[in-house]
């Protein structure tokens, strides 16, 4: 735990941030965890709609109507979650449902297929607890069940009485807390639906409430972090009862590789505030590293002015147009940029500076 303390130590010698920094944070921190939340679930708008949508209040592109309106409840949720963190009452489960009926909003009937040309159907019930089992098919082709509809309102009532009491007991970081936490709330899954993201949500408020810098989980990194919690489950077993109330020690795994992703993405922040070089773009948590000055010199002409020509950028930046145009195609193609339905460019990067 010694690098993540001297990382954190490192966060805190830089606040109190200026007004600045905390809007360029919180504009960053509001696209990428929503949208990084979401994609792992499925969520199918791009890094691109995302923002568009949830800075501008705009639609572009294709995509379901759910997406859409999922996208923005996550927002919402965040924004209930962020203010709770701020009050310092205990944790209740009233709470964790309220937050639960504000990403999935009301009830919703799922239909499915069954073999033979059998149909069947079931309810997604909004901040209730689940009513029917659920479980998951492993990435090694095992099904793995999570507690009963009957077990879930006792193991919530431990988990958050656990939380609490430990809270105040102090013998735990926040950020052992926070994995703990996330480990035990994932072998319960107690609702039908958004338990994932419950989940990660969950892990912002602890760490929030204890003055640390809120986190992603990137979708990109799925596979560690699903591989994460197989190791831990294999640690501690396939009963729910015993996930609910694993101990740290057996939470190992998880907890390791949770303190990794708190640290690697505090430095994230922490170069993202000192990077004064002009040429210095980020994108989705990553610095882009450019061949030259091409292409900080296009992404800043392309935000000073959306509806550039080609051949007013090509002689601005002093390249030929078809070089120009690889370059572009390049950006897009890593979602640097995007093309609007009105022929503006979008800039998605966003400058150290």
Same mark, same amino acid.
């Not at 159907?121 to 098919?137: C, E, F, L, M």
């Given at each position: 735990m010694a690098k993540i303390e001297e990382v954190y130590q490192q966060w805190l010698a830089l606040q109190p941030l200026s007004e600045t920094e905390q809007q360029r944070l919180s504009k960053k921190f509001t696209i990428e965890y929503n949208y990084n939340s979401n994609h792992i679930e499925g969520n199918t708008l791009t890094y691109g709609q995302t923002e568009l949508l949830l800075l501008f209040g705009k639609v572009s592109g294709e995509g379901e109507l759910k997406d859409f309106v999922d996208m923005k409840a996550s927002q919402v949720g965040l924004q209930m979650m962020t203010e709770e963190a701020t009050e310092k009452m205990p944790l209740t489960q009233n709470f964790i449902r309220q937050l639960h009926k504000t990403l999935l909003r009301e009830d919703y009937t799922v239909y499915r297929n069954l073999p033979g040309?059998?149909? !069947?159907? #079931?309810?997604?019930?909004?901040?209730?607890?689940?009513?029917?089992?659920?479980?998951?098919? !492993?990435? #090694?082709?095992?099904r793995f069940e999570y507690a009963s509809p009957e077990e879930t309102p006792a193991l919530m009532s431990d988990l958050v009485d656990w939380y609490n009491e430990a809270e105040q007991e102090g013998r735990l970081t926040p950020v052992e807390l926070a994995a703990l936490f996330h480990y035990r709330y994932i072998r319960i899954h107690p609702f039908e639906d958004g338990n994932g993201r419950i989940a990660r949500l969950m892990v912002n408020y602890i760490l929030a409430r204890h003055g640390w810098p809120m986190v992603v989980v990137r979708s990109r990194k799925k596979s560690e972090y699903l591989e994460a919690l197989h190791k831990t489950d294999l640690e501690v077993g396939d009963t729910p009862w015993k996930g609910a109330h694993a101990t740290l020690s057996q939470a190992k795994h998880f907890l390791k590789y949770f303190t990794h992703l708190i640290t690697e993405e505090i430095l994230n922040e922490i170069h993202f505030i000192q990077d004064k070089n002009k040429n210095s773009w980020w994108y989705d948590g990553e610095r882009i590293r450019f061949r030259s000055e091409n292409g900080p010199a296009i992404l800043r002409a392309l935000q000073e002015e959306p509806y550039i020509t080609y051949a007013e950028l090509s002689r601005r930046i002093g390249i030929n147009v078809s070089a120009l145009q690889k370059q572009l195609d390049n950006m897009v193609k890593k979602g640097y940029i995007q093309r609007l339905e009105t022929d503006a460019w979008h800039v998605l990067a966003t400058p150290s500076l």
């Open positions: 040309g059998m149909h !069947t159907s #079931y309810v997604i019930h909004a901040g209730q607890y689940k009513t029917r089992p659920n479980s998951v098919i !492993t990435r #090694y082709g095992d």
